[in-house]
């Protein structure tokens, strides 16, 4: 299937392409590989974020895509739920605290701790390829729940997506930091470069994102993932920073990292109390809509994590079909 719609996209619609995608039944997408769903998944929802170019704008609001896209997301929905498991019951009062418990970083083995001390220079350019599906355009996604909240949570939510965006100076964005990094590994840096090289479990932790960001309905999901990306973030990218450190990386090369171990340390504290803890004091009924984005967030990104340490543990890449890191 993402196939068909990669074909689809270099071009506007046209009647035949219509005709195909809505022949794609919702039995046929019960069959799909979990690779082919993410996969098709990001590139429905990367219309939004302009992922090829001016011609696939053409598509964005097609019927029959959209269609589709429904479709597929069924199934996605209720992967997240058994992803999610049986929720916890957290009190209102309470959930800033469960919150910056589940985000704190735990002890064991960890994939920022294998990247500060043992990784290798490939093996870190696979990690960037892995996150560059969602850092070559950070904070975009977060931004579609802003509309969707009123009141209580609002004021920390814009907050933290003013930084995300640099505060308003030129070249400060996140997103720039993160293309400043890979331009100075010697990386592709267009946003979409390296969709097709990183596995389904690293899609997923973006395609969640724009999952809950499509629909209103999500808007307390949404903000319990933002919490997750936030919280515990200062520890890790101190983790990141020292380990391009220790492979001679440029000061250019680590200033993305270096900028959120100084915004998350108090990004962390803005999204559990200000944003998060404010929205379900106004909106009670939806804490549980909280607790869901939260949990499913940690659990997928632990998972992407897994599987880039336990392939390198393994002396294998991590990458779909052990692709190699393409040169800019």
Not at 86 to 101: A, G, H, R, T, Y
Not at 244 to 263: C, K, M, T, Y
Not at 281 to 299: C, H, I, L, Q, Y
Request: with cysteine.
């Amino acid at each position: 299937m993402s196939e068909i719609l990669i074909r689809a996209f270099h071009h506007p619609p046209e009647a035949e392409d219509e005709s195909a995608l809505e022949a794609i039944s919702a039995s046929e997408i019960e069959s799909l590989s979990d690779e082919d769903l993410q996969l098709s998944l990001f590139l429905c929802y990367g219309l939004q974020y302009c992922l090829f170019g001016e011609t696939a704008q053409h598509w964005e609001w097609e019927t029959s895509l959209i269609g589709l896209r429904k479709r597929l997301e069924v199934r996605f929905a209720r992967e997240l739920r058994e992803t999610a498991g049986q929720l916890p019951v957290v009190d209102v009062e309470k959930l800033p605290e469960f919150l910056m418990d589940l985000g704190k970083p735990s002890p064991g083995r960890s994939l920022s701790r294998y990247l500060k001390q043992d990784a290798t220079m490939e093996q870190f350019q696979e990690f960037l390829m892995h996150r560059s599906v969602y850092s070559l355009m950070e904070a975009d996604h977060h931004s579609l729940v802003i509309p969707r909240v009123r009141g209580g949570g609002k004021p920390a939510l814009v907050e933290i997506q003013a930084d995300e965006y640099g505060g308003g100076i030129p070249g400060r964005l996140h997103s720039q930091l993160f293309e400043l990094t890979l331009n100075e590994l010697g990386m592709l840096t267009e946003f979409g470069s390296y969709f097709e090289d990183v596995p389904a479990c690293s899609l997923t932790t973006v395609n969640v994102i724009s999952y809950f960001g499509t629909y209103g309905r999500h808007r307390g999901a949404m903000l319990g993932n933002l919490a997750m990306t936030e919280i515990g973030s200062h520890y890790v990218n101190r983790n990141f920073r020292n380990g391009l450190q220790r492979l001679n990386g440029s000061d250019d090369s680590w200033l993305f990292f270096q900028e959120h171990i100084v915004a998350d340390a108090v990004h962390e504290q803005l999204a559990a109390y200000d944003m998060c803890g404010r929205f379900v004091r106004d909106n009670p009924r939806e804490v549980s809509d909280m607790v869901f984005g939260a949990v499913v967030t940690a659990e997928l990104g632990a998972r992407a994590n897994e599987h880039m340490l336990s392939s390198w543990e393994r002396g294998e890449s991590s990458l779909r079909g052990a692709a190699s890191v393409a040169a800019g």
